[in-house]
């Protein structure tokens, strides 16, 4: 059974840092593009990072230059290095990924972030 589990959400100061992981767990993940996603209150849920089975990557312009989405298609892995964080990053964080050729999009059930001094 396919499904995505998140960890790595935490309460950080203005500035810092965190590392979020998401596992994938059936098959097939390794060539599903993969992403993440945040929800913040009364906000709509947005695309942080996209990464493809190839490499290819897209970033929401409020966090170029600081996050850096990784993955790991031998272990069915995936990260996101988040630096210099703000207020503004606080969200539930959502780990994703689509397979094109199913058109079924999977979720983790999400990790909270949040930045607050």
């Known amino acids: 059974q396919e499904h995505l589990v998140e960890s790595g959400g935490d309460l950080v100061q203005p500035g810092g840092s965190l590392r979020l992981s998401c596992t994938a767990s059936?098959?097939?993940?390794?060539?599903?593009?993969m992403g993440w996603y945040r929800q913040a209150p009364g906000k709509e849920r947005e695309l942080v990072a996209a990464?493809?089975?190839?490499?290819?990557?897209n970033y929401a312009d409020s966090v170029k230059g600081r996050f850096t989405i990784s993955r790991d298609n031998a272990r069915n892995t995936m990260h996101l290095q988040m630096n210099s964080l703000k207020p503004e990053d606080t969200a539930v964080y959502y780990c994703?990924?689509?397979?094109?050729?199913?058109?079924?999009?999977?979720w983790g059930q999400g990790t909270q972030v949040t930045v607050s001094s």
């Open positions: 059936g098959s097939d993940f390794s060539i599903a593009t």
């Open positions: 990464i493809t089975n190839g490499g290819r990557i």
């Open positions: 994703n990924a689509y397979k094109s050729w199913l058109r079924i999009n999977y």
